[in-house]
């Protein structure tokens, strides 16, 4: 179980190890490394996802290790609730970015082991805290930079344990 403490609320998630064992391990190393503290939710689309990981309070996206392997061939769905790893084009560039799916994104599902098919990797769910999820999910967006879809508003992860 790990505990995201974020300026809205608390989010518990449970780790789906059986089913994305290194996509769990990159995750609890990132925690265990402290990267997430002090980030934000920097990506947020009602009825679709809210993203963090990626970014600190003042937007200076932050440092990470090599990708992994992307697991998104486990069979788990990205559906409401459930936690995915972001990545670019590329199946295999995950680093530590994530978002937590706010509906049933099933497009986001492996179908074919091909760059465009290969989906999102599914690696945790919500057991607690979708009324913070809910909350995050239905703040008002503008642009940043080159960004858009930010929070007018800084969600701000204090802090992940693993508990």
């Known amino acids: 179980m790990v505990t995201i403490k974020t300026s809205k609320g608390d989010i518990v998630l449970e780790l789906l190890e059986k089913e994305a ?16 503290n002090n980030t934000i939710f920097h990506r947020v689309i009602d009825n679709f996802m809210i993203q963090g990981g990626g970014f600190d309070t003042s937007f200076n996206q932050k440092p990470t290790r090599e990708p992994v392997k992307n697991e998104a061939d486990n069979q ?21 970015q994530f978002f937590i799916n706010v509906a049933d994104n099933d497009f986001l599902n492996f179908k ?17 805290g979708m009324d913070v999820v809910n909350a995050i ?16 508003e800084d969600i701000i992860i204090k802090e992940m344990v693993i508990d």
């Open 76 to 96: 788990v769905s990205n559906a409401c609730g459930t936690v995915a790893m972001a990545r670019t084009m590329d199946p295999d560039s995950a680093t530590a």
């Open 21 to 36: 064992p290194e996509t769990v391990k990159n995750f609890k190393q990132y925690i265990e490394e402290g990267h997430y």
């Open 112 to 128: 074919a082991p091909t760059p465009q098919h290969y989906g999102y990797c599914v690696f945790a769910r919500v057991t607690d």
């Open 137 to 152: 999910k239905s703040v008002a967006t503008g642009s940043r930079g080159m960004h858009d879809d930010v929070p007018e």
